[in-house]
């Protein structure tokens, strides 16, 4: 039987943050700031004010969200728990393993979310149906 992920192993991590009269710079590095390879990187833009994104899970695929600028919140669910996280500062990141159905909610007006992908996208590796993910997380 696989190990079910949980929403307890969902991760906030604090990325690297170096201050500068010119402006503050937070590097990015693959198995030391996330704990994976990145192997895709991607944002998400000029969603309306308070709208949402996202709703699923994936079979495969590690994330890792970054408010890159604004805030919005990111409701998790493993099947059994749930949980939800603000992110609103650029130096503050989620990881999302695989296995757990996350949504972005509430972005405030020019927000941008900064995704960092284990994996180049894969259809394949998307569960869009809430139905389906039960189904995925209760199979042996």
């Not at 704990?35 to 944002?43: A, C, E, G, M, N």
């Not at 972005?104 to 180049?120: D, R, T, W």
Request: proline residues 5%; contains cysteine; negative net charge.
């Amino acid at each position: 039987m696989k190990k079910k992920a949980s929403v307890y192993d969902c991760s906030i991590i604090k990325l690297p943050r170096i201050n500068n009269l010119a402006g503050n710079i937070t590097p990015v590095t693959n198995q030391e700031n996330v704990p994976f390879d990145v192997k895709r990187v991607f944002y998400i833009y000029d969603i309306p004010g308070g709208e949402d994104r996202g709703a699923h899970a994936h079979r495969e695929c590690h994330q890792f969200l970054v408010a890159a600028s604004g805030s919005f919140e990111i409701e998790m669910d493993d099947g059994i728990n749930k949980r939800t996280v603000t992110l609103n500062r650029p130096y503050y990141g989620l990881h999302i393993p695989p296995g757990i159905w996350a949504a972005e909610k509430g972005f405030s007006s020019g927000a941008i979310c900064l995704v960092l992908a284990s994996h180049k996208y894969d259809e394949n590796d998307y569960i869009r149906k809430y139905e389906e993910f039960n189904k995925f997380i209760y199979e042996e």
